[in-house]
């Protein structure tokens, strides 16, 4: 326990710079290394080298500050400590991130995030090089957002090339990248994107600020960012949106929104998110307005029936079954002949082997996923149809609303359909159709008071404005959507003139 109070007390912005300090904080750690390096060959001029193995690269090291510091002119003058720090900081070294360090925190930060340092014991002074190692994977296909006529890459976890991808799509000069330090622990970088002369200063700085405020040990999955920063934290509706997908996420930058970026992490988050774009693909805007429209209605029908099906079918087999025709009246209950569990009861064990079958594939390795989803749809349910544990019919309408919950373009928006389905499943069986009508409206009602950073959630249906109509269930041409979301309060309102 002393121990560590001692590495607290050496880990501060007091604390003097010095090779014995870092040794003390990072010494006991496999991958520290520690050179004393003489400046010209002058024992007079000691410096020491450190940093982290694996971190770094060896050979930037090498080339750019262990040859001029030893083996070229430029501190042939030097004499001392102090005139060695004077002739690094004009850039005697050959690097263009240098950074003058005169206190441990900083010091052992930059250490830690792949910088090679230089210190200087008696001028009590370091400089850090970043050195970075590159350890991030290639830029690929995005896996989770399917693209059909569009761009194929997508983010990868390095900041840094997360941001530079965003640059190339959006080469306006008032893009602003401005970057801050969560987790006490992780200290994980997160970016801050938006574009100045578009959006609101006032959800600027409250991004901002609900960022700041976190105070965490870690930053490693974005649930930890999405929990902290979101209005109705009790809401299973997601408020933020994710993408994998650089355009469209510079899409919605132009569009007055705010983008985060979190190092380590090849997804991109937007925010505000309303409930409209959960239901929006990026390809609604690629093909033909038309085409795109019918699209779009299909996926809202889509979301209605899979929220709703399953409640509805226990309601009118159970309470009103007066509502069917006569002929299809009599194929249910003949279908259900030998079936010896209610009606609810069969929908919720088709609902939760339904739910068994998506959580297998998942967790799976793919080929093995595929194969129990396969094996689990179609012979075991024939099984169980055969063994008379649950009825045709029933499983015709659970299979319908499983594949219309596929076409939900977002997967946190898909896993709160499927929560409040069984929601509406339970409303229904309790009192039919009465039930599940109190189920849609409590919904409606919950949709309703739900605002995400100042922004009803429903927008644009709650909109004063008609024009921002124009894009939600069906979508008008481009070029008559000429002014950008008025629930944003954009600095600049038109996209064209």
Known sequence: MPAV?????????????????????????????SRVILVRDKPEIPSVLVYMEGLVDIKLINDNILKPLSQEGQFDSCNTEEDAARLISMGKIYSSSMKLRTNM??????????????????AKTAFTFEAKASLSRAISEPTGENVIKGAKDSFIEDLRTNTALCRIKLTSPYLAIEQIRLGKQTKS??????????????LIDEVKQRLESIDID?????????????????????????????????????????????????????VPGTLLQFLQAPDDYSFQFIIASIVRFIRFMSMFITLV???????????????????????????????????????????????????????????I????????????????????????????????????????????????????????????????????????????????????????????????????LQDTIFRLPLFSMKKRPSSLDPKNKKRME
């Not at 970088?189 to 006032?202: D, F, Q, R």
Request: hydrophobic share 50%; charged share 15%; aromatic share 10%.
């Open 5 to 33: 109070n001692e590495e607290n007390n050496l880990y501060n912005k007091t604390a003097d710079v010095s090779s014995d300090n870092v040794r003390s904080i990072l010494g006991s750690n496999a991958d520290y290394v």
């Open 105 to 122: 925190k900083d010091l052992t930060d930059d250490i830690l995030a792949g910088s090679a340092a230089i210190i200087l014991n008696d």
């Open 309 to 367: 099906l399953p409640g509805f079918y226990i309601s009118i087999t159970s309470f009103h079954p007066e509502m069917l025709p006569a002929e299809l009246a009599f194929s249910i209950v003949a279908s259900r002949v030998g079936v010896p569990f209610p009606m609810f009861v069969e929908v919720l064990i088709l609902l939760l082997a339904f739910e068994l079958l998506i959580e297998a594939g998942v967790r799976l390795p793919k080929v």
């Open 189 to 202: 970088n997160i970016a801050i994107l938006y574009v100045k002369n578009i959006a609101k200063s006032k």
């Open 369 to 468: 996923g595929q194969t129990v989803s396969i094996v689990g749809g179609l012979v075991v349910g024939q099984a169980a149809v055969e063994a008379k544990l649950v009825s045709p019919a029933t499983v015709m309408i659970i299979a319908i609303t499983a594949i219309a919950g596929f076409l939900m373009p977002n997967q946190d928006f898909s896993n709160a359909i499927r929560l409040w389905r069984l929601i509406l499943a339970i409303f229904g069986s309790i009192i039919g159709m009465f039930g599940l009508t109190f189920g849609l409206i409590f919904l409606l009602y919950h949709w309703c008071k739900m605002e995400t950073f100042s922004v009803p959630y429903l927008d644009p249906f709650v909109a004063s404005e008609d024009e921002q």
């Open 218 to 270: 870690r930053v490693l999955d974005a649930g930890v960012i999405e929990g902290a920063i979101v209005d109705d934290k009790y809401s299973a509706f997601p408020q933020i949106q994710y993408t994998e997908r650089i355009d469209r996420f510079c899409s919605s930058l132009v569009e007055g929104r705010v983008g985060i970026l979190i190092d380590g992490l090849p997804t991109a988050y937007i």
